[in-house]
């Protein structure tokens, strides 16, 4: 019933950009936090940006002024716009639906920054 569907990852190289598209059906999505993490092979999985339903965002320390996450309640879609990327940014990065007690999780999209 509920699915969060990624797409927007691929290759680029370093100093690039990509915008990343999360597309939400099930859910009354204006209601839901939304977030973007990521997981790079032997490493845990860890937050790049969240919103709130009121448009609260928060950052990684690690992407701050390089990212910026964004909502379009009429599109039932949330972006990770990526600019200034870097080899280090490689990684699966899987979209992220809260709303109280209810959880989801995208099945993800890769991202490979390589020269």
């Known amino acids: 019933q509920v699915q969060l569907v990624e797409s927007g990852g691929g290759l680029v190289q370093p100093g690039g950009s990509l915008r990343l598209s999360c597309a939400a059906s099930?859910?009354?999505?204006?209601?839901?936090?939304m977030g973007w993490y990521r997981q790079a092979p032997g490493k845990q999985r860890e937050l790049v940006a969240t919103i709130t339903s009121v448009r609260i965002t928060n950052y990684a320390d690690s992407v701050k002024g390089r990212f910026t996450i964004s909502r379009d309640n009429a599109k039932n879609t949330v972006y990770l716009q990526m600019n200034s990327l870097k080899p280090e940014d490689t990684a699966v990065y899987y979209c992220?639906?809260?709303?109280?007690?209810?959880?989801?999780w995208g099945q993800g999209t890769q991202v490979t920054v390589s020269s």
């Open positions: 099930g859910v009354i999505f204006s209601t839901y936090a």
């Open positions: 992220n639906a809260v709303y109280m007690t209810r959880g989801y």
